[in-house]
């Protein structure tokens, strides 16, 4: 691979998770909470003083695993994008997972085909060392 390329491909890998530092609190919640709704979870609001009380006792947009009697359900609360708490089982977390990963082999393709693009291109015309100015 020529070093130019491997410079391009640096430099794209660089923006892109620049551009997904930029995204928000809120829009990376809401993002999750469409996850966990298409996968199963139920969504409780916090429409009450007590259930304001208890969705501050668990940590903001992170899915905690409890156990309620004999079963394990996934909770995630959510105080930002809908003030809400979701609420799973063992297959609910489980499809969660597997569109986790398929959303991130996704995207990963998708980088990779970016960077194969800007690989391809003809930096010629711009000189030798374009990159030292």
């Known amino acids: 691979m020529r070093l130019d390329s491997i410079r391009t491909t640096i430099a794209v890998v660089v923006c892109g998770a620049l551009l997904a530092a930029c995204a928000s609190q809120q829009e990376r919640a ?28 668990l940590p903001p947009n992170k899915v905690v695993q409890k156990v309620q009697g004999d079963k394990v359900v996934f909770l995630y609360a959510d105080p930002y994008a809908c003030g809400c708490l979701y609420i799973g089982d063992q297959a609910a977390w489980n499809t969660y997972r597997k569109q986790q990963f398929e959303a991130n082999l996704a995207r990963e393709q998708q980088m990779t085909a970016q960077m194969n693009e800007q690989a391809a291109w003809d930096w010629g015309p711009w000189g030798p060392g374009w990159w030292r100015y």
Do not use: H, W
């Open 30 to 57: 809401s993002a999750k909470d469409d996850m966990l709704a298409a996968a199963g979870f139920t969504i409780l609001p916090a429409n009450t003083a007590q259930r304001r009380l208890e969705l501050q006792t």
